[in-house]
């Protein structure tokens, strides 16, 4: 996070997403809005959470973090909030999600442009409206990136910026200090979760099963995932042994960012840590099911997306419909260690 006058004429105040991956990848919005104009002031509004990602976000000017969760209308907050930003004076606002609440900070403060596409019945809050949609673009990367763009602009994935989290070596030096995981031979990085559901995730017996086989092979396992993954990181790291660490719950997303720059890959569900992983660096193993590469995609060039294309999928449902998880089950580990050891072999190898 750099800092840049509060007296600069022009004063954007992004409003950012809610979810870990939506957020990691509203910074190619950022990123295009310095390339574009880049004496403006880029403050953003965002969750509790998300300060510690935002810190490794260089384009960012100012973070105000509130107390704002999934589903959740808290009116206090809300107008504290939008008190903030009158205070602050933006020049315009740029909402990322397409909720009413999300509107509502940078209409009650009076920002004179609200840029942002309508959902739920915005009208009167976006008034600078863009048309942005999954069938003119079918990445999500691009459909945030555009709304700093002019009216019209329709860039490929190729032609936005895509997100780079500035990890630190300091902080991952003493990371590693604190969390025992010094040690020789490569690192893998395992994530299991994934927040909207179980038809997202690989089933835990094949995590275990992957993570007893890296192990084997001489590798490291750090496994990587929130408080409420705790009991599976657990599970996971006891099927590696001594050579698998689990950190579930025990970092939060600036240490994730840190350590995972030291990977030499991370295998991840289509996840919020997925795009952590691609954004700090790491090598990454994408395990899609449920949701498509073509819509949320690990963005770096050398990543490697297994999906199986299943007819059913992308469903983007939370629990399979059809009851077997075929998608998913379908993925043998067999596969993913394949893609691994053929890394190890040849470290160059871009995916």
């Known amino acids: 996070m750099t800092s840049r006058p509060t007296t600069t004429p022009e004063s954007i105040l992004v409003v950012a997403p809610g979810w870990v991956g939506d957020l990691v990848m509203s910074q190619s919005l950022l990123a295009t809005l310095r390339s574009r104009r880049p004496d403006a002031r880029l403050e953003v509004l965002a969750p509790t959470w998300a300060g510690p990602l935002l810190d490794r976000m260089p384009e960012v000017d100012e973070a105000h973090l509130v107390p704002i969760d999934h589903g959740r209308l808290r009116p206090g907050v809300l107008l504290r909030a939008a008190a903030r930003a009158r205070r602050d004076g933006h020049t315009q606002a740029i909402v990322t999600r397409r909720s009413l609440k999300s509107a509502l900070v940078p209409f009650l403060a009076g920002i004179p442009v609200r840029t942002g596409i309508l959902g739920e019945s915005r009208h009167l809050l976006i008034n600078d409206v863009r048309e942005v949609d999954g069938d003119s673009h079918p990445a999500a990367v691009v459909r945030l990136a555009v709304l700093g763009m002019e009216v019209g602009a329709s860039p490929t994935i190729d032609q936005v910026p895509w997100p780079r989290l500035e990890a630190s070596t300091d902080a991952g030096d003493r990371l590693v200090a604190a969390h025992g995981l010094e040690g020789d031979g490569p690192v893998v990085g395992l994530a299991s979760g994934a927040a909207f559901g179980p038809a997202k ?20 396992v ?6 409420g993954e705790v009991e599976e990181g657990e599970r996971i790291a006891a099927a590696g042994g001594p050579g698998a660490v689990n950190l579930c719950g025990r970092t939060d ?11 030499d890959a991370v295998v991840s569900n289509d996840s919020g840590l997925m795009h952590v992983a691609a954004a700090s660096g790491a090598r990454v193993i994408a395990l899609f099911g449920s949701t ?10 050398r990543a490697v997306v297994i999906w199986h294309d299943l007819e059913c999928s992308p469903c983007y449902a939370r629990e399979c419909p059809l009851g077997h998880l075929r998608c ?24």
Do not use: K, Y
């Open 201 to 220: 995730r690989w089933p835990q017996e094949n995590w275990e099963r992957l993570c007893r086989a890296l192990t084997a092979g001489g590798r490291r």
């Open 328 to 351: 998913l089950r379908g993925i043998e580990v067999d596969e993913v260690l394949g893609h691994i050891e053929r890394r190890d072999a040849n470290p160059a190898e871009d995916g």
């Open 292 to 301: 498509s590469p073509n819509n949320t995609p690990p963005l770096d060039q």
């Open 222 to 227: 750090w496994v990587f995932g929130g408080p």
């Open 253 to 263: 997303l600036g240490a994730v960012v840190d350590l995972m720059a030291r990977c």
